[in-house]
């Protein structure tokens, strides 16, 4: 008799049902333009029984906003243990996770929907609170609480260029994920390399950081690919 009936949902089942299909179509198009009658059908439920969920399409937004940044800002918990090289190469591991399954939802909130109004301030607010989370993770991974200006530019900089690289990953995939992951890893030693050069106290913690790699481990194989090309480099430009 039961044969063919759906499974009722419990509450929080439907709730988190609702929000990954919102989160899914907000990743498309923008909130303005998905109605609460197109995510009842993509969700196999009526109209009425949306709105018991959600008092209405923004608070569905909001919702689905959050669920991605919490997820998101998870991928960046790391123990901290071991070469920190193999640590962020982890993180990445997790991160570049959430975007494969996630690709929609990833780009709402990383573009904001895109959105307007005020669901543009709630999407920039969770937005920076992702990146604030992720600041600190690696912050805290290297050990520092109170980090010098240069050191701050550098891991604002790397977690936007994270962002902003995995962005442009989902449009084609072009570049093999797992060398991507890896380029990021090499990516972050290679701004506070620079940094470095500039700042004696980011040049001490960046000695720290080597100092504790392994030979076959993330940085010391970007040493390994950019020695290989030291002798086609002019000796003008080496010197």
């Not at 991605?68 to 991928?75: K, P």
């Not at 600041?135 to 604002?156: C, F, K, N």
């Not at 797992?178 to 470095?196: M, N, P, Y």
């Amino acid at each position: 008799m039961t044969t063919g009936m759906r499974r009722r949902m419990g509450v929080e089942e439907r709730r988190r049902q609702l929000i990954e299909v919102a989160l899914d179509l907000f990743g498309r198009r923008s909130p303005e333009e998905v109605s609460i009658d197109e995510i009842a059908a993509a969700a196999g439920i009526s109209r009425p029984l949306v709105y018991h969920y959600f008092p209405g399409k923004q608070s569905l937004y909001e919702a689905a906003l959050r669920l991605a940044a919490d997820e998101l800002a998870g991928r960046f918990l790391e123990p901290r243990e071991g070469p920190l090289g193999a640590r962020l190469l982890r993180v990445m591991g997790r991160y570049f996770d959430f975007v494969e399954e996630h690709g929609p939802g990833f780009a709402a909130l990383m573009r904001g929907g895109p959105a307007v109004g005020s669901a543009t301030a709630t999407a920039t607010a969770t937005i920076d609170e992702v990146r604030r989370a992720a600041r600190d993770q690696i912050l805290a991974h290297l050990g520092v609480t109170d980090p010098p200006a240069r050191l701050e530019l550098v891991v604002r900089s790397w977690v936007s260029l994270a962002e902003s690289t995995a962005l442009i990953w989902l449009d084609g995939r072009r570049v093999p994920r797992r060398e991507l992951e890896l380029q990021l890893v090499h990516d972050f030693v290679a701004l506070a390399a620079v940094s470095a050069a500039y700042d004696h106290e980011t040049a001490e913690l960046l000695a720290r950081v080597l100092a504790d790699e392994p030979a076959d481990g993330p940085f010391a194989d970007l040493i390994g690919r950019l020695g290989t090309l030291l002798p086609s480099v002019p000796d003008r430009a080496v010197r």
